[in-house]
């Protein structure tokens, strides 16, 4: 139930944090896209809600049991503490092989899933990325702006064309226009209707007395090629979304500063999967200790104990890219604090 909440709410703010603006501005986007998006962002979500759900049942277990006096009543019986938590400490080292599973592959696989998904809605339904009254800027050469939108018609069009240094070559302004999908040459055909440019010239494009105006032309197809599109999503592409083989091949080919990055990323995927194990070990002790029967204990606990964790991940995944703070070491602090932290409390618990 825990990991059930907890994935829904992560679920629906990484829903909002990648497609908030293709959802606001563009209602054409297919249904089926939002819940491919849904489906695709639950592996990121389980690496965090597994070990979470698990500390919070730990925790609610122990803590009923140690308020119903169970725990008394089974060392009566003969039966050690350490005894009763062996199937508790299995199921640990078991969730902890998914989540690594799921960090070295699958949230990976997801990932990469997720840019294919952004990269179709452009071939399949390329009218939904252009939002009205907004820039566009998903096409490393241009910048498209769209006045307004009636049905497959886009309105008011202004395309700015740059070179290689972002610099403006050629402006185009018009009425009209539509966009067709051309598969086969990697592109799309923008037709515009009653459309007029401006033309600066190609060597010195900040010279404003070299614009040549007033060309006019009542319909013409501008072919906008997707190439460098898809280029731009495998450039910028995020280490999170390399598996693990890609990765260490990945920090073969790289050095400085990005070769850090690499390094941390993958001691990151190794210490958060060990999270159930170090979560297991300090649950225990407190949930016993506790002996509440409340489940808002409980529920407190796991909050203050998993912001614990995981705000030491985030605050060491931060420095991944600087060296003098030895990032791919830090990275481990909180699994070393929490396993010893967690093995002393289970001592002392097994031996009272």
């Known amino acids: 139930m825990g990991v059930l909440i907890l994935s829904l709410v992560l679920v629906l703010g990484n829903i909002f944090k990648e497609l908030l603006n293709v959802l606001v501005n563009n209602p054409d986007v297919p249904i089926l896209t939002v819940l491919a998006f849904m489906a695709l962002v639950l592996p990121f979500s389980l690496t965090f809600t597994i070990p979470w759900g698990f500390l919070t049942a730990i925790l609610l277990v122990f803590g ?141 494009p900040a010279d404003l007395t070299k614009i040549q105006q007033g ?48 390094l941390v990323e993958l001691n990151k995927r190794f210490s958060t999967s060990l999270s159930c194990i170090a979560f297991a070990l300090i649950a225990i002790p407190l949930g016993i200790t506790t ?7 409980g529920f407190a606990l796991s909050l203050i104990v998993a912001f614990s964790y995981f705000f030491f991940i985030l605050m060491a995944d931060t420095f991944r890219g600087k060296a ?8 481990w602090i909180p699994n070393l604090v929490f396993f010893g932290l967690g093995s002393v409390l289970f001592f002392r618990l097994s031996k009272r």
């Not at 566009?136 to 006045?147: E, H, L, N, S, T």
């Not at 898809?230 to 890609?246: A, C, G, I, V």
């Open 215 to 262: 060309i006019v032309m009542k319909e013409g197809v501008f072919p906008m090629a997707l190439d460098q599109f898809f280029k731009e999503f495998q450039t910028n592409r995020r280490l999170s979304s390399y598996t693990l083989p890609e990765l260490l091949e990945l920090l073969k080919t790289i050095e400085g500063k990005k070769h850090l990055e690499a």
């Open 291 to 297: 002996h509440r029967k409340e489940t808002s204990v």
């Open 324 to 331: 003098e703070a030895f990032p791919q070491l830090l990275i």
């Open 64 to 204: 009923r049991m140690s308020a119903d006096s169970e725990l008394i009543a089974l060392k009566s019986s003969g039966i050690s503490v350490p005894r009763i938590c062996v199937p508790v400490f299995i199921l640990s080292v078991l969730l902890t092989g998914i989540c690594f599973w799921i960090n070295i592959d699958v949230a990976p696989r997801a990932e990469q899933a997720m840019t294919r998904a952004i990269v179709d809605i452009a071939t399949s339904n390329p009218t939904a990325l252009f939002r009205a009254d907004e820039i566009v800027d998903a096409f490393p050469d241009r910048r498209v702006y769209v006045g307004g939108k009636d049905g497959e018609r886009l309105q008011n069009i202004i395309v700015i064309e740059m070179d290689e240094s972002s610099r403006p070559t050629k402006m185009i302004h018009a009425m009209e226009g539509e966009l067709k999908p051309d598969i086969e040459n990697s592109r799309l055909l923008l037709r515009l209707f009653d459309a007029r440019f401006e033309q600066r010239d190609s060597k010195n």
